[in-house]
């Protein structure tokens, strides 16, 4: 609850969705995450694509699962920024690395790309407007 609070209480822009719209969305982004992902790793474990294109997946998902508890239990909005800030760019190099071996993977994240482009600006505008 204290962490609801918190969140409730940062000064946000008029443009910030509310907050029950995120569970939705990222319940959606994460299916798209899972298959697509899941198939780049299953690619680079076969042996159909290198490692390196792999890799940008691999740490997309990493800096992907500690923003919450970066945002969240740690309340730090700039460190928050800044994982998402690494969240976009391995998200972009992703989808460059993998297009030429599977376009469809690099499209059917585009939502994933938006949601995040988007996030990262509320993010970021969130931080300078709590910052003190």
């Given at each position: ?24 969305v990222w ?62 760019s391995t ?41 003190k």
């Amino acid at each position: 609850m204290q962490t609801y609070s918190w969140y409730q209480n940062l000064i946000k822009p008029t443009w910030a969705p509310p907050p029950w719209i995120f569970g939705p969305v990222w319940s959606f982004l994460y299916l798209i995450i899972f298959v697509s992902f899941g198939k780049v790793l299953l690619m680079a474990y076969n042996k159909q694509i290198p490692f390196i294109i792999a890799l940008p997946f691999i740490l997309n998902l990493i800096f992907n699962f500690l923003f919450s508890p970066i945002q969240f239990q740690l309340q730090n909005n700039l460190l928050a920024s800044i994982d998402i800030l690494l969240i976009l760019s391995t998200l972009i190099w992703a989808l460059v690395a993998i297009y030429p071996y599977a376009k469809w993977i690099s499209l059917v994240n585009i939502p994933y790309l938006l949601w995040v482009s988007f996030a990262t600006v509320l993010q970021i505008t969130i931080t300078v407007l709590n910052s003190k």
